[in-house]
């Protein structure tokens, strides 16, 4: 084989090396949006369900602001929190403003003594006290 066609061989291989890893790349895309919308599929099977049965909403306000709180390792500001719920999914539509409500609940914690609030940051943090609740 010529030094030109070793040349025009490695160009050839080296194309479609580099169509096949954008093939495979344009696959795990697409599967990772699959997962997704199979664990969001799921998970509103399962909340409709037990809505259907409970006749309610699941989960309230403070419940999933405590939640939110004991998985987060490091305090966080109202609107991180409110982020996190909605990104969870929780239904802030029952609420003429969630943000208010978000931070009205974490006020009221702070009050009764169940949250941490640091002045600096406006962040919230649950007390070690009411991790195991």
């Known amino acids: 084989m010529t ?17 096949a890893v954008e093939q495979r790349d344009r696959l795990i895309i697409k599967i990772l949006t699959l997962q997704a919308d199979v664990r969001a599929l799921k998970a509103s099977a399962v909340r409709t369900v037990l809505a259907a ?7 309230g306000l403070s419940e999933a602001i405590r939640s939110v709180l004991r998985l987060s390792s490091t305090p ?8 996190t719920l909605t ?33 600096n940051t406006g962040q919230y943090s649950l007390k070690p006290a009411f991790y195991g609740r």
């Open 3 to 19: 030094e030109q066609g070793i040349k025009a061989a490695l160009a050839a291989k080296e194309k479609e090396l580099a169509d």
């Open 53 to 59: 049965r409970l006749g309610e909403d699941l989960v």
């Open 76 to 83: 966080m500001t109202p609107g991180e929190i409110k982020r």
């Open 87 to 119: 990104i969870m999914g929780f239904d802030f539509s029952r609420f003429a403003n969630g943000s208010a409500a978000v931070h009205n609940t974490l006020k009221r914690m702070h009050h009764q003594g169940e949250a941490d609030y640091v002045v």
